[in-house]
């Protein structure tokens, strides 16, 4: 082969040359795509073939603990320092009922590579690598189709696991791949599986796609070309909502959001998240035009005719928290998404043309938009713009640009882009000003915090001096 070998932890190696005294150790999966694809592999996992579970668990002994929680599935992970290695035998399986667990797993050592690669979902997941000898072994045309960008079915076994449909939805998300027809086809035959599908399994798939994605309009694509777009009717429901071509010269509200996902994976701000981050602002693009196929309408605007979608941002907010039920996500994802939603057009609340050397929007309004979007943030929100903005090519507006720049920059003046506004006056002040404790309390801190978001006062002392004169005046 032309290609470098893939660069292993010597203390793998070491084991590998171990195993080859008893059977035929092959990394496979994950690891080897990612390497033939020149990404760094994250995980190995090693099949060795003619070895039985028990002598497999005692040559890796000398090695570390062997854990044997897997023993039913040919299984032994073995722990080292804080890199764990997953080592099998070669196993066969048959579909025994419905769902995804609907499965009879046997190992058996004498599988051939072709035969223990088959039962592997797509092909380029189903090349294994020699690292001893350095020899790619690829039975079922996994290479050509990794070149070739095609995500495609290793054998007609696909269809006896439907979560491999949403599998493929988030790997031609990662790995920009367009999914075979045939295999498109088979997954169509097997739309009405999905209900076999527990949500935790969905969510597993579904999480992958918003944290790993490049190109996360490849996903959806999948989902439309195998009919199983249906299972997700708040996205489904976007495609051939028409908007104004004015605006939105790209197409229909699907093909904009479609564009939006790949324009925010571009985002450096984006790229350098968190996982978390990434996961929500992910969702919260997804999610943010799901209230337009409710409220899209042919009405006038400026004496013509316009496709509009008048407060479609509020009436996102239900179909984006159904949508995160429906996929299992966590439940605080609710928390962090559809504020995002509700508020992105909040960018064109400000005033349409503000004075030389005057924000465009009050500190006040930016104080309180951000304790709306709170636990997401204004730099969150930004993000969200920027991709709503940057998916309506080749549409560019200076002025729209300028926006996002200006609310950015004066909720990092305003020390509001990164949190909300932290409430500078409690319950303790009260206290100390002699007050007993009581219902009127909550009363007093909401005025308190209403004037802080209005400016009256910035820190603590400043704080306490407001409310002893608004008690003075009768407050509470």
Known sequence: MTKSPMHLPEELLAILRALRAVGR???VGGCVRDWLLEL????????????????????????????????????????????????????????TGAGHRGFAVAPDPTLSDAGAAARRDFTINAIAYDPLDDIIIDPHG?????????????????????????????????FDLTLAPETAAL???????????????????????????????????????????????????????????????????????????????????????????????????LAHDFGKPATTVRAERRGVLRWLSPRHEEAGAAPSETFLRRIGSPLNLVEWVVPLVRHHLAHHAGQPQPEAGQPAFSDSAVRRLARKLAPATIDDLCLVLWADHLGRPPLVSAETEARIHALRDQARALAVADAAPRPLILGRHLVQLGLAPGPQFKSIIEDCAEAQLEGAFTDEAGGVAWLQEHLRKGGK
């Open 187 to 285: 997954s169509r035959g097997i739309v009405d599986a999905w209900r076999e599908l527990p949500v935790e399994r969905v969510w597993g798939e579904w999480d992958k796609w918003a944290r790993l994605s490049t190109v996360p309009s490849r996903g959806i694509t999948v989902l439309a070309e195998t009919g199983w777009l249906r299972h997700f009717p708040e996205i489904a429901a976007m495609q051939g909502v028409p908007q104004e071509r004015e605006w939105h010269p790209e197409g229909d509200v699907l093909r904009h959001t479609q564009l939006c996902l790949d324009a925010l994976v571009r985002l450096p701000d984006w790229q350098a998240s968190d996982p978390p981050r990434r996961r929500f602002v992910m969702l919260a693009v």
């Open 40 to 95: 760094k592999p994250k995980d190995f996992d090693i099949e060795v073939a003619g070895v039985d579970y028990e002598t497999l668990a005692s040559r890796l002994a000398p090695f570390g603990e062997p854990d044997l929680v897997g023993r039913s599935f040919g299984i032994v992970k073995l722990r080292r320092g804080s890199t764990e290695y997953d080592f099998s035998v070669p196993r066969r399986e048959s579909k």
């Open 142 to 174: 996994g290479q050509a189709d990794l070149h070739a960008r095609i995500l495609r079915h290793t054998s007609a076994a696909f269809a006896e696991d439907p979560l491999r449909v949403l599998r493929g939805m988030q790997l031609a998300a990662r």
């Open 25 to 27: 150790p092959r990394l």
